[in-house]
């Protein structure tokens, strides 16, 4: 990898850099994350248990039904529940209702 002098960069350059190492950082978490789910699933599996087995589900009973959606990206939920998703926030600060995301 080449060696980059970064006091002779200027401002805008440092901030490209830093957003695309950002960007790296989370997708290589993201990928990490990842395997390590499906290592956990696959010893759980070899093992004759489900991962909910295991750990046991989310909640304390129930789960919550979708309420709400992301009409850019459907896997995008949220139960109405809880603090309001980033997507939902930034979507009503554009003017949006919330009614225009009900599932």
């Known amino acids: 990898m080449a060696s980059i002098n970064y006091d002779k960069l200027s401002v805008k350059e440092l901030t490209d850099i830093i957003a695309r190492a950002q960007k790296a950082l989370n997708a290589a978490k ?3 994350r990842a395997d390590l789910k499906h ?34 990206n459907r896997s ?4 109405g529940r809880g603090r309001k998703p980033n997507w939902l ?13 009900a599932v």
């Not at 010893?43 to 129930?62: D, I």
């Not at 995008?76 to 139960?79: A, I, L, N, P, S």
């Open 30 to 32: 993201e990928r990490e």
């Open 89 to 101: 926030v930034a979507k009503l600060g554009k003017g949006a209702k919330i009614g225009d995301f």
């Open 76 to 79: 995008e939920t949220w139960t």
């Open 39 to 72: 290592k956990i699933a696959s010893l759980a599996e070899n093992a004759g248990f489900s991962v909910g087995e295991l750990f046991g589900g989310r909640g304390r009973g129930k789960s919550a039904t979708v309420k709400y959606m992301n009409p850019d």
